[in-house]
């Protein structure tokens, strides 16, 4: 139903921010949870962020809460990950994703939750 393209990603320092978009077409953002997921290298794909389809409420990894944050902009059908004092173990193919969850529903963390996936974009920080 939506289709969702990540960019941003790039090569930087430990320290460094950088600014993921995911830009959807093909239906509003504002009728799905968004979400953020990354995957390493020999690693399964594990949950980053995400934003409320309503209210705006937001859910954050151990690992990255109060580094990286995620924002949406329903007019420009546009969500973002700010992510800030990246770390090496912050490399990973991060995608964008929505969940076609109901006004009630809480935002998700598992990944089998999400129901449509952009194809990406490499985030590589060096020490």
């Known amino acids: 139903q939506v289709q969702l393209v990540e960019s941003g990603g790039g090569l930087v320092q430990a320290g460094d921010s950088l600014r993921l978009s995911c830009a959807a077409s093909g239906r509003s953002i504002s009728t799905y949870h968004m979400g953020w997921f990354r995957q390493a290298p020999g690693k399964e794909r594990e949950f980053v962020a995400a934003i409320s389809r309503s209210d705006g409420s937001t859910r954050y990894a151990d690992s990255v809460k109060g580094r990286f944050t995620i924002s949406r902009d329903n007019a420009k059908n546009t969500v973002y990950l700010q992510m800030n004092s990246l770390k090496p173990e912050d490399t990973a193919v991060y995608y964008c994703?929505?969940?076609?969850?109901?006004?009630?529903?809480?935002?998700?963390?598992?990944?089998?939750?999400?129901?449509?996936w952009g194809q990406g974009t490499q985030v590589t920080v060096s020490s």
């Open positions: 994703a929505a969940d076609r969850a109901n006004l009630y529903t809480i935002v998700r963390s598992t990944t089998r939750d999400y129901d449509y």
